[in-house]
């Protein structure tokens, strides 16, 4: 997306061919820092110390670490291991899993010889890939806001209410929770998001907000608890959010304080949605609940808060006792049946085996079996 004038992916191969340059997303929306990472290491710590960050983008992240391990040692040890290494920098997003399977099941077969290009090639076409696939849900999700924005007075905006961040920073562009929201400002559809600060690593805060600024949207920050007292009177007319693995069940994994949106939602009649592209559907699993493994990140997430000082300075201070002990589970899942529709690049399902089947007959019986 645009910032600025320059228009931004969120990671891109660098001028040397072989590194990526990534926007160091720790520092937004205070700093715009692109980083260069041009090992396997520094890939796996730009994921797991969330440089990078999203589904969508976490896999793209990890195709491209597998490229520059193949250009070192395009052995079949090495491909082995450099699964293994990037699989074990973040547990949850499914993306993550299937970007490092797709490159692995195409490298194998290939003579070593061949690897280094094919892994580069490949890991460029599922970055292209993401974008095409947020641009479809774009386009499905903007039939949801015009339906609604039909229903309101001529210039009363269609409030939409998100959580953490599903937009182009979460993503290679476009996002999928705000491609929607892109495409119908680009329709001049009138709209105001209620971005939801997201505690403890405040995606919405730092991540949502800037893009929303960026783009022009008319938004507000709120505090995570206010999403019910909104609801309830009547200031949020849809939810719409990403996910990081949604089971074949349609079964809802998202940042955590995802599933209590969607209670309240549901409690107050309002449309709660989830944007996501097939990649991020886990087919192998049925039970969110029971069978998503849940990321636990560092209770320092919740007792130290980044922002910038009066001087500038971009730093960490603690909001509790040194000796509280924090607790981070950086998930929850929220069960289908709160889920009002799944918005995917082939359309909107609904949140069920069956609905999900429809759209993807393909991937249903065949990832399942
Ligand atoms: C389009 S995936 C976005 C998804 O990823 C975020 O998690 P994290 O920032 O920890 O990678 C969050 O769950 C978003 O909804």
Redesign the pocket.
């Known amino acids: 997306m645009k910032v600025a004038d320059k228009h931004y992916r969120t990671i891109w191969l660098s001028k040397d061919g072989r590194s990526v340059d990534l926007i160091d997303q720790r520092w937004l929306p205070h700093e715009l820092r692109v980083e260069t990472v041009g090992t396997v290491e520094g890939v796996a710590t730009a994921i797991r110390d ?1 440089w990078v ?4 983008l ?1 896999g793209v992240t990890a195709a491209y670490g597998v490229a520059i391990r193949m250009a070192e040692d395009p052995s079949d040890k090495a491909l082995d291991d450099v699964w293994e290494t990037l699989h074990e920098t973040r547990p949850t ?1 499914i993306n993550l899993r299937w970007a490092l399977d797709a490159m692995r099941d195409l490298l194998r077969k290939l003579p070593e010889a061949e690897r280094a290009a094919a892994a580069y090639a490949r890991a460029a076409e599922i970055a292209d890939e993401d974008v095409e696939l947020n641009r479809s849900i774009g386009r499905h999700g903007l039939e949801i806001i015009r339906q609604i924005a039909a229903r309101k007075k001529p210039g009363e905006p269609v409030n939409i209410l998100t959580h ?3 937009g182009w920073l ?2 290679v562009d476009y ?3 705000t491609s929607p929201i892109y495409h119908a400002m680009e329709e001049g559809i009138p709209v105001h998001v209620y971005v939801d600060e997201t505690r403890p ?1 405040n ?1 919405g805060a730092q991540l949502t907000a800037w893009e929303m600024a960026g783009h022009g949207v008319p938004h507000t920050l709120v505090v995570d608890n206010a999403g019910g007292h909104l609801m309830q009177h009547g200031m949020v007319d849809m939810v719409i ?4 693995r949604t089971t074949a069940d349609g079964d809802v994994c ?2 955590i304080g995802t599933y209590l949106k969607a209670l309240a939602a549901k409690d107050n009649d309002v449309p709660f949605y989830v944007a996501l592209p097939s990649p991020t559907i886990d087919w192998t699993v049925r039970d969110g609940v029971k069978e998503i493994p849940i990321e636990e990140r560092s209770g320092d997430e919740v007792s130290l808060v980044w922002g910038k000082d009066e001087a500038g300075a971009v730093r960490q201070v603690r909001i509790s006792p040194e000796a509280t002990p924090a607790g981070n589970p ?2 929850d899942v929220t069960p289908a049946r709160l889920v009002t529709g799944l918005i995917t690049e082939r359309g909107i399902a609904t949140a069920s085996a069956d609905g999900l089947a429809k759209l993807f007959p393909d991937r249903a019986k065949a990832d399942a079996a």
């Open positions: 969330m960050r999203g589904a969508p976490i997003a953490c961040n599903a979460a993503t996002g999928t929770a690593r995606q959010v990403g996910t990081d998202n940042k950086a998930f």
